[in-house]
């Protein structure tokens, strides 16, 4: 089944059709620039101008980097405000005329990952991270998602872990990838002591193999870590999944 899926991040929004029983691209991604004041409006039309690009009339999955319960949104650490109490399903589907499930964008990364990446056919806890501008998580066990988790928020010397060891971070403090590491290792080490993950899937900036290169070797888990396949796809995918799984019965 063919679902719009859209993710919503800080630099750009993109949307693709994806073929949800495979989970690929079945067209290629349209980006739009995030607006500079990202407003849920603003946002909104955003998300119309992608559904028109595709003349798509269909379910649409979307993403959002905030915590999104029963289609409410109840954070905005890294957006603007406005968008707290948002609500944000029916915001989308007035804009675009589709029926829309909004979900966390780590989530949304998790589940795609979970269904058909790295994380397929894993068992147990896993524990899915995202590392960009913030830090994002998505919680398995048994391959159900547990949603919401905000582990990026946990605290790590004095403040969210995100304000530590997030690649925005990286690049603030001209940290060098081996730096970066090691603030990644404490903040991972408080995940393990925890929650206990069977197994860790990095995801994100991060993730890119180029740059895994320079830093995998620094990082030792009791968990199995592996590195996530789907790279900047996965929001995608994972809202037009998730959508499917919540729309269609
Ligand atoms: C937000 C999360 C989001 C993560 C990654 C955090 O700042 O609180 O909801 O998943 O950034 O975008």
Same mark, same amino acid.
């Given at each position: ?16 059709? !994806? ?10 991604? *349209? &980006? ?12 909104? =039309?955003?998300?119309?101008?992608? @559904? ?20 409410? /949104?109840?954070? +905005? ?10 609500? !944000? ?13 909004? %979900? ?12 058909? #990446? ?8 896993? $524990? $899915? ?10 919680? $398995? ?16 010397? #004095? ?5 530590? +060891?997030?690649? &925005? ?13 090691? &603030? ?5 080490? =408080? /995940?393990? *002591?925890? *929650? ?9 900036? /991060? ?5 895994? +290169?320079?830093?995998?070797?620094? =990082?030792?888990?009791?968990?199995? =870590?592996?590195? @996530? ?9 994972? @809202? ?6 919540? %729309? !269609?019965?």
């Amino acid at each position: 089944m063919e679902i719009l899926g859209i993710d919503i991040g800080g630099s750009g929004i993109k949307g693709a059709l !994806v073929n949800t029983d495979t989970g690929t691209l079945t067209t290629d991604r *349209f &980006r739009v620039d995030t607006p500079p004041e990202a407003t849920p409006q603003a946002v909104a =039309l955003v998300t119309k101008q992608i @559904a028109r690009h595709f003349d798509w009339q269909g379910i649409l999955g979307c993403t959002i980097p905030a915590r999104v319960e029963h289609g409410v /949104v109840h954070t +905005a650490a890294n957006i603007h405000n406005d968008w707290i109490e948002t609500r !944000v399903d029916d915001l989308v589907s007035s804009a675009t005329g589709c029926p829309t499930h909004c %979900l966390n964008d780590a989530d949304a990364a998790g589940v795609a990952s979970i269904a058909f #990446g790295a994380g397929r056919s894993r068992m147990g806890v896993v $524990f $899915f991270v995202t590392v960009g501008t913030g830090i994002g998580s998505a919680l $398995f066990t048994d391959q159900h998602l547990v949603p919401n988790t905000e582990l990026g928020h946990l605290p790590l010397h #004095g403040d969210a872990a995100e304000n530590w +060891a997030s690649n &925005r971070i990286r690049k603030e403090e001209n940290l060098s990838w081996e730096e970066w590491a090691g &603030r990644f290792q404490e903040y991972l080490d =408080l /995940v393990e *002591f925890l *929650f206990a993950p069977d197994t860790i899937i990095v995801g994100g900036g /991060v993730s890119r193999p180029e740059k895994v +290169a320079l830093y995998r070797h620094c =990082l030792q888990t009791q968990a199995e =870590l592996v590195i @996530a396949e789907l790279e900047n796809e996965a929001g995608i995918i994972g @809202a037009a999944l998730s959508a499917r799984q919540q %729309l !269609v019965s």
